[in-house]
């Protein structure tokens, strides 16, 4: 799907601020509020927006704590059974993905303490399925989540496009 300027302007206008109504929307974009609900439903059906959510910062909560935690898996295990299992059972694990290389699952894990992290990592090795796991602390984030960027590009290749058509 190709995405315009419009387009791009209420992605990052609710990026930042996602719980504005359409009415608002449309009002700071200066479009109908038909266009910005049409855009948002369109937006939607293409997989471009998920949801409209608050982002959550679990440090804001007392999880300063990053780590990245890569796990292998007992192969005749397989993937599935283990993701459902650290899912529903380690609700400190933030992001999770079957990754290619020397690991199976590569996971983002909040703790409030060391300890935690310890206990964390613990009840992760022991998630049947699991073989084995290694870890790393994020010492500083550079940014997270970064999307408006590339939304943004797509709108000038877009807009580009268009240009050259004509």
Do not use: W
Request: charged share 20%; proline share 5%.
């Amino acid at each position: 799907m190709r995405i315009d300027q419009l387009d791009a302007d209420l992605i990052e206008l609710l990026t930042d601020s996602p719980m504005l109504p359409v009415m608002e929307c449309a009002r700071r974009l200066g479009v109908a509020r038909g266009t910005v609900s049409s855009r948002l439903a369109r937006l939607h059906e293409a997989g471009v927006i998920r949801g409209i959510v608050p982002h959550i910062e679990p440090a804001g909560f007392g999880y300063t704590l990053v780590a990245f935690c890569s796990v292998e898996i007992i192969q005749k295990v397989g993937h599935g059974s283990v993701a459902t299992d650290l899912e529903e059972t380690i609700p400190e694990i933030v992001d999770m993905y079957t990754v290619t290389g020397s690991s199976d699952l590569q996971l983002r894990v909040v703790a409030r303490t060391p300890e935690d992290l310890q206990d964390i990592f613990n009840r992760i090795s022991a998630v049947p399925g699991v073989a084995r796991t290694s870890s790393a602390f994020a010492l500083h984030e550079h940014f997270q989540g970064r999307t408006l960027p590339l939304v943004k590009a797509c709108a000038n290749d877009a807009a580009t496009a268009r240009q050259n058509d004509q």
